[in-house]
């Protein structure tokens, strides 16, 4: 399985994007719909947004009235923070019991608003931004929508600049063209790069050339967000996760150093090639799996110039050594 993070700021056209990756055969887990459920009338998590916000929140038949609530938060950070708390645990949740009913060869996109404003880029294998400039969206919204453009202005001051949503993505879906342009990149980003990436994780392979790559050296911000997808997944297993030196080359290779916390856990990583039986070893060979590596068995390590983890993206190459 291959876990995706998809965003985009209000009027990007992130829900295009989605739904094409859905007719693709992408399982999507839209956090926006699971806002929704988990506040359904009934529900413990409307109670307690009543509580918090009171009864104005409410329709006349006791649903939530978004436009009312969301004209109290997207004004009040601390009344946003207070909501979040409120539904983010139970979206979560919900989110765990979707993803875990998914195919073991799904491409799992999860499409969320909030991905950057929430620190969310390292969680995933990689994350797709669907990228349009906030005028460009203001004027969307406001002309298309008929939207007020002053709430317009407020929403998008909520959320992360474009400046922050670029650093945070693998891949900029820009969408200032039609409908039919986004459909043709996301066609592409499918076909290139996350079938044949879920392919390989799904087999043990790594990439040892890449098959989609940039001209560019990777950015500051691209190093940052996969040395994190690293020592999110291997936890109390290292110390830490550091970009070697000589972190680039003709391939534009990325290097990694992994210091561990010992012997034992040197051993765990080891483990979790293959057809390990050890279950401390499958366990980090899922956790791995969720962010993008695999673990390369020992006899196979010369094809790798030294790596023992190494990324299954086919767009750039990433080895990690690991130290005891």
Known sequence: MLWVGLSGGIGSGKSTASARLAELGAV????????????????????????R?????????????????????????????????ITHP??????????D???????????????????????????????????????RLVELRG???????RRIDAQADDQQRRAAADVLLPN????????????????????????????????????????????????????????????????SVQVRADASGSQHEIHLDVQTTGPDATRRVRSA????????????RDRLARVGFVVVPDDLRGTTTGGLLAGADPARVVLANVRN
């Open 53 to 85: 916000f009171g009864p104005g929140v409410l329709t006349a038949d006791g649903a939530l009235d978004r436009q009312a609530l969301g004209r109290i938060v997207f004004g009040d950070e601390q009344a946003r923070r207070d909501l979040e708390q």
């Open 147 to 153: 939207m007020d453009e002053t709430e317009v202005r």
């Open 90 to 99: 139970r979206i979560a949740d919900r989110t765990r019991e979707l993803v």
């Open 273 to 284: 090639s293959g057809a390990s039986r050890d279950t401390s070893g499958r366990e980090v």
């Open 28 to 51: 999507v887990v839209d956090a926006d719909a699971l806002a929704r459920e988990v506040v359904e009338p009934g529900t413990p998590a409307l109670s307690d947004v009543t509580s």
């Open 176 to 239: 200032t063209g039609t409908v039919e342009d986004l459909h043709h990149l996301v066609e592409e980003v499918w076909g290139a790069r996350l079938v044949p990436f879920e392919e390989n994780l799904r087999a043990g392979r790594w990439t040892t050339t890449a098959t989609v790559t940039s001209p560019e050296h990777p950015s500051v911000a691209t190093l940052a967000r996969i040395v994190s997808r690293l020592r999110g997944a291997l936890g109390d297993l290292a110390t």
């Open 101 to 139: 009913a998914a195919p073991a060869d799904a491409v799992v996109v999860h499409d969320i608003p909030l991905l950057v404003e929430l620190d969310r880029a390292a969680d995933y294998a990689l994350t797709l931004v669907v990228d349009v400039p906030a005028e460009v969206r203001l004027r």
